[in-house]
């Protein structure tokens, strides 16, 4: 069975710009969940998505959105990049949302580098 | 703010060496997941602890998960250099499933 995949792998981009980040869960993982991982604050949760809806939310401004297609893959969004956004951001994909275990199965990530 | 707090930060050892790592914290969790991750790649889930005072063993490393399910540890026996990454130790909270990450333990094995 296929992993996660994400696209892209790596990007750069201006401060101000916007970036779109796609990611593919494992087949039949309707959960995903996005990350993001600095050196500074480790990994941090952004939100998660199950069945096309936001389930939950981390604490970042509303810059970052997210959302879910009916096949389950999911593109995350962040407006008017600012440096501090420099991070590797990753997705992961669940199969046992709502069981208390919830064990996620990530991608390679996208490492996004804001100039 | 449910904090989960690793120790040590960093840990360098000679191969055939033994460690332990310590995840703590003040809340409770429904279960714990301890993950490695290596350089340019996401994490890989090493394992998921569910009941207080579990513990589970993956070849030669060992988990265990607190009796009030508020803290776990790590140890590898005879530690190898392909077990050198990034250990996070991750808590899955009751009722919302948010995953609350550890500060993360980054190991060095030198042959």
């Known amino acids: 069975k296929a992993g996660v995949t994400q696209t892209p792998r790596y990007l750069i981009k201006t401060r101000g710009q916007q970036v779109t980040l796609s990611c593919s869960p494992i087949s039949g993982h309707r959960s995903v969940s996005w990350y993001q991982q600095t050196p500074g604050q480790g990994l941090q949760f952004l939100f998660e998505y199950f069945s096309e809806t936001q389930r939950n939310k981390g604490n970042f401004p509303g810059r970052f959105s997210g959302r879910q297609f009916s096949n389950s893959r999911s593109e995350m969004n962040v407006s008017t990049l600012e440096l501090g956004d420099s991070a590797l951001y990753l997705c992961?994909?669940?199969?046992?949302?709502?069981?208390?275990?919830?064990?996620?199965?990530f991608g390679p990530g996208t490492r996004l580098t804001v100039t | 703010t449910q904090l989960l707090e690793q120790s040590p930060q960093f840990l360098s050892i000679q191969e055939g060496e033994n460690l332990t790592v310590y995840c703590n914290s003040s809340?409770?969790?429904?279960?714990l997941q301890w993950y490695r991750q290596e350089p340019g790649e996401g994490p890989v889930l090493l394992v998921t602890v569910v009941t207080g005072g579990e513990v589970k063993k993956l070849k030669r490393l060992t988990f265990q998960f607190g009796d009030a399910r508020k803290d776990s540890s790590l140890h590898i026996t005879a530690a190898q250099p392909g077990d050198t990454g990034l250990y996070l130790c991750?808590?899955?909270?009751?009722?919302?499933?948010?995953?609350?990450f550890g500060t993360g333990t980054r190991l060095t094995i030198i042959p």
């Open positions: 991750a808590g899955v909270n009751f009722g919302n499933e948010k995953l609350t």
């Open positions: 992961a994909s669940s199969l046992t949302a709502g069981t208390g275990i919830y064990e996620q199965y």
């Open positions: 809340s409770v969790f429904s279960s």
